[in-house]
């Protein structure tokens, strides 16, 4: 097999970047849409940073997800 034209990461590993980067984007989002003062609503204080930890999560299982032929 040919290495030199085989990319560090697969299909699935790219799909599941891009989720993560969308759930990212999605919770600093609902970090700005907060009404309240300085940020301390509910959205701005507790769901927001949850999904943002869900993106980062999401991203680090997309760089470790191993593809069925490596293994």
Do not use: R, W
């Not at 990212?24 to 309240?36: P, R």
């Not at 003062?37 to 940073?49: A, D, H, M, S």
């Not at 999560?57 to 760089?63: L, V």
């Amino acid at each position: 097999m040919d290495n030199k034209n085989k990319l560090a990461f697969d299909k699935k590993n790219y799909t599941l970047m891009l989720v993560g980067i969308a759930v990212l984007i999605a919770g600093f989002t609902l970090m700005t849409m907060d009404k309240e003062q300085y940020g301390f609503g509910v959205v701005g204080l507790t769901i927001g940073p949850i999904v943002v930890m869900a993106g980062f999560i999401i991203q680090f299982f997309a760089i470790f997800a191993k593809s069925k032929q490596n293994k």
